[in-house]
């Protein structure tokens, strides 16, 4: 899902075409504004997968390496080769059966390499229990396991992360328990404080999303039920509600909401973002 204020467009995996004579991948990108897809040919590994995208950047996972994509830029200046992350072994991963020869689960840029060249990246591994940060110009990433970063004593049994985002200078971090931490790389010692804590209300939430919609932090829960279809010989997962909150950041709780202010809100794997709907 790559983001613009006057360009808005959406990236649909299941509409990806391949052309295998070039080694393109052909993007189909659904343009809100037109109501129509656009097919945007660019070099990747034929076998790479999304897994974030900022402003048009585009973060494509090929093996241990990810590399920044912008199809919208002149091919001299549309890539961007990251180190190689060797410390995300998916052999580690609670679910190494499920990810098998996956190494990253989400990825988020501090900013669009193109304006701001002192740019941070901060991904997830597969397993949801690492994280890595590359500042630009860095050799190799610096990477931590969850529980170190906070410590047991702050996080619950089978804690791992759900969600990561950058706002206000800072990545957000949110765990499957519905607390939200800030990770502050900029400085020489990165620390990790809790800002947000867990959700209290139970409920049968499947998938749970971090947005920053004007000015506030929104805590996005889904729940799901699962379906089978014999047609296609496997299951696949049907949205039945999704709840807002938002957090109070005075009183240190979330609050559940059903006004977004004039905003619309985009929920993805890859990437969640708030826009404004007159936009």
Known sequence: MGNSIKLNWLDLPSH?????????????LYNLSQKKFNYIPIRVPLRASCRGSTEGWLVYEDGSQLHLVNPFLSPSKNKIHLPVL?????????????????????????????????????????????LAFYKSGDSAWTHSAWTDLVGNENVGPMTYIEDIIYSRDCFYVLD??????????SSHSPRVVKIAPPITEQWNIRKKYIVESSGDL??????TVQQWKPEDNKCSYKTVKIKVYKLDQVACKWTETNKLCG????IGDNTSLSLLASD
Not at 176 to 181: I, K, L, R, T
Not at 263 to 266: M, N, Y
Request: one cysteine or more; a neutral charge; glycine letters at 2%.
């Open 218 to 223: 929104l805590l996005v829960c889904r729940s």
């Open 86 to 130: 060797t410390a995300f072994d998916v052999e580690d991963s609670v679910e190494s059966t499920v990810y098998k020869n996956i190494y990253f689960y989400k990825t988020v840029l501090s900013a669009n390499p193109t304006l701001y060249p002192n740019y941070m990246v901060m991904t997830i591994d597969a397993g949801r229990l690492k």
């Open 263 to 266: 905003q619309t809100l985009f």
């Open 16 to 28: 990806l075409q391949v052309s295998i004579s070039n080694k393109l991948v052909h993007l189909n």
């Open 176 to 185: 499957c328990h519905g607390a939200v931490w800030a990770y502050d790389v």
